[in-house]
């Protein structure tokens, strides 16, 4: 059981850089999502993937974020001109065919923008 | 988003008592109900989870109760042991999405 893979566990960038996360879901899972988890609070949804398809964006994500997930396996998280605020720990989850079921996280990256 | 709404915070337990946390929510929609332990630099771990069409399901030292029409839930564990210490989050879905309550920290003394 490989479980969610997040890549990098941890990463620091100065204010303005561009950042990009990787996620490779549980072999099996077609829907995939990305949250964020900020310092005392529970995870925020942020997208959402069905196979190749993004379905659903949150308002929290703004237009200097962008996902992808091409040919519907891993997908990749991108946060443009990073800022302060951006800092948080960025988690991936993915369930299968029965829709919520197995909705399995990953260990997060740790993003630390200074 | 939707409103879940954890309490309490903080719950300091000794071993072998029981800890009950409890949420709610706001969307009539909802029809999944998970919980999850973190421990620190880690992902959330699902524990266990409830659906919409069962009132209470039970695993092991692990218990969730749903109440539908008042929109709350509950977790309950029996006999803590120092290892259940984490930070427990509940959830409900809107569509695919989950929201988040804010956590409650969980201590079990030996």
């Known amino acids: 059981d490989t479980g969610v893979s997040q890549d990098p566990r941890h990463k620091i960038t100065k204010r303005g850089q561009n950042v990009t996360f990787r996620c490779d879901p549980i072999s099996e899972h077609n829907r995939l999502y990305w949250y964020r988890q900020t310092l005392g609070q529970g995870p925020e949804f942020l997208t959402y993937f069905q196979n190749e398809a993004q379905l659903e964006k949150s308002r929290l994500l703004s237009d200097r974020f962008s996902a992808e997930r091409p040919k519907g396996s891993f997908s990749t998280l991108e946060i443009q001109r990073t800022e302060q605020g951006d800092s948080a720990m960025y988690l991936c989850?993915?369930?299968?065919?029965?829709?919520?079921?197995?909705?399995?996280f990953g260990s997060g990256t740790r993003l630390t923008v200074v | 988003g939707e409103n879940v709404e954890q309490h309490p915070s903080t719950l300091s337990v000794q071993e072998g008592d029981s800890a009950v946390i409890k949420c709610t929510y706001s969307?009539?929609?909802?029809?999944?109900f998970p919980w999850y332990k973190q421990e620190l630099g880690k992902g959330p771990q699902l524990i266990i989870d409830?659906?919409?069409?069962?009132g209470e399901k039970k695993d092991q030292r692990i218990a969730v109760t749903l109440n539908k029409t008042a929109k709350h839930f509950s977790l309950h564990i029996t006999e803590t042991q120092p290892e259940d210490s984490a930070v427990y989050f509940c959830?409900?879905?809107?569509?695919?999405?989950?929201?988040f309550g804010k956590g409650t920290s969980l201590l079990v003394t030996p």
């Open positions: 969307d009539s929609a909802s029809n999944y």
């Open positions: 989850a993915s369930s299968g065919d029965r829709g919520l079921y197995g909705y399995t």
């Open positions: 409830i659906r919409s069409n069962v």
């Open positions: 959830a409900s879905n809107s569509g695919y999405a989950l929201n």
